[in-house]
Every structure is written in structure tokens, then in C-alpha cells.
């Protein structure tokens, strides 16, 4: 269980951080707990990211759309509003983006897997 006290978050006072794709950007806000990471993460327009990821998260698009594309060539449109959730290691995704889009998205210790 995570002991994280109320903490309120004023966005605009989080620094960015790039994040080349293999086309376009990626810029983060990031903001670290005890294994629990929450981020605001804006793609230009015509971003594809450059890698291929396992990692478990909860994506909820807060402006613009953007593909979440799996390696086995499935595609999931994701629009304001729209939400995903994977855990860890249960897929090899990555996004794209035609237009600019801002994310918000949660992972950490509590998207691993748990042994049978």
C-alpha cells in the first residue's frame, strides 16, 4: 500500500522534460512517489515514439486524439475523454500521434503482474 499524504498539484510549477520520438517530441511532467509515478505528457503533432513499451499504465487523453499502437499491428484510437489500462508486460505498445496531444498517465508497482 502506498502511504502518499494529500498532496495537491499545481501543474504549471512542474518542470518539462524532452523526450525525442522516433518522429515528433515527447515533453514531460513528471512527478515521482514510492513506486508510483503520475505524468502529464504532451506528443507534437506527428509524433511516434521509439520505442516499443512493456511497461503497465493508465493513459487518459485530456486534449486531442492519438493511436496506441500494439506490436502485433492492433491500433486503438484514443480521443479526449478515453482512457486505457494495461499492466506490465502484458503487451508491447507505443503511440502515435497525426495532431498534438496531452495525456495524463499513471503507472507503478501497483500495474506488476501478481504471481498464481
Known sequence: MYTIPFTNIDWSQVEKSHHPGETGDAYWQTLNFDGLRIRIVEYSAGYLADHWCQKGHIVHCLEGSFVSELENGEQFSLS???????????SSHRSLSAESVKLLIIDGDFLEPKDQ
Not at 479526449?80 to 502484458?90: A, N, R
Open 80 to 90: 479526449k475523454g478515453m482512457t486505457y489500462v494495461v499492466s506490465d508486460h502484458l
